[in-house]
Structures are given as structure tokens and as C-alpha cells.
């Protein structure tokens, strides 16, 4: 099982950025999916959360401006930022929740991260 990010770079302050992560490999099942950020020394962050039926939540920091979406037949997350601002700065993580296939039980796995740097 692999979770892979893609997107981020660098944009200027109030720009957008959309990412994108797709779990792949011997899957049976994937619950909630989900972004996080953290910059270096604090702790990683929740952002955005999506379930399978398309319910989402957000943290009060993005609320407004970042969007969680979600193609199931894709195991594919999405995450559009409008307004970027320099704090957002930060390595940017998906996770999900899922089922091996031939196990039980969900497990979380987290993508390798990728780099958004707003500049000012």
C-alpha cells in the first residue's frame, strides 16, 4: 500500500495551489482521508478531512479558503488553496485510513509529504 502526493511548489502570497494524493496497491477498503501540514519544530497539523460519503471537516486556520474533495473510484484526495498566505509555508502530508487487503481492521497510512512555499 502507497499514498502519493503530488502538487505543492511554490507560489506567491494570495495565490492558489491544488494537491492531489491517491492510495494505491492491495486495498479492500479506505475510510476517512485526510491533510495535514506541520513546518519544521511543531507538531503536524489537521487542516482538512473527508469520508467516504463526502462529509468533510477543516481546521478554523483554512476554513473558507481550502477545499477537501474526493474521488472514491480513484482512492484520489484532492486539496484546493485559494488566498495563500506565507504562513502557510509547510511540508503538506495526506493520510488514510484503510484496509489491506486480506487483513482486518483499518490502518492509517500517510504519503510522503510534499513542500508549499507562499512567498510574500
Known amino acids: 500500500v502507497q499514498l502519493q502526493a503530488s502538487g505543492g511548489g511554490l507560489v506567491q502570497a494570495g495565490g492558489s495551489m491544488g494537491l492531489s494524493c491517491t492510495a494505491s496497491?492491495?486495498?479492500?477498503?479506505?475510510?476517512?482521508m485526510a491533510w495535514y501540514r506541520q513546518v519544521l519544530g511543531d507538531n503536524r497539523e489537521l487542516i482538512a478531512s473527508?469520508?467516504?460519503?463526502?462529509?468533510?471537516d477543516y481546521g478554523d486556520s483554512v476554513k473558507g479558503r481550502f477545499t477537501i474533495s474526493r474521488d472514491n473510484a480513484k482512492r484520489t484526495i484532492y486539496l484546493q488553496m485559494n488566498s495563500l498566505q506565507p504562513e502557510a509555508t509547510a511540508v503538506y502530508y495526506c493520510?488514510?485510513?484503510?484496509?489491506?487487503?486480506?487483513?482486518?481492521?483499518?490502518?492509517?497510512?500517510w504519503g510522503q509529504g510534499t513542500q508549499v512555499t507562499v512567498s510574500s
Open positions: 496497491g492491495s486495498i479492500s477498503s479506505v475510510d476517512i
Open positions: 473527508i469520508r467516504p460519503d463526502g462529509i468533510t
Open positions: 493520510k488514510a485510513s484503510l484496509i489491506q487487503r486480506g487483513t482486518r481492521g483499518f490502518v492509517d497510512y
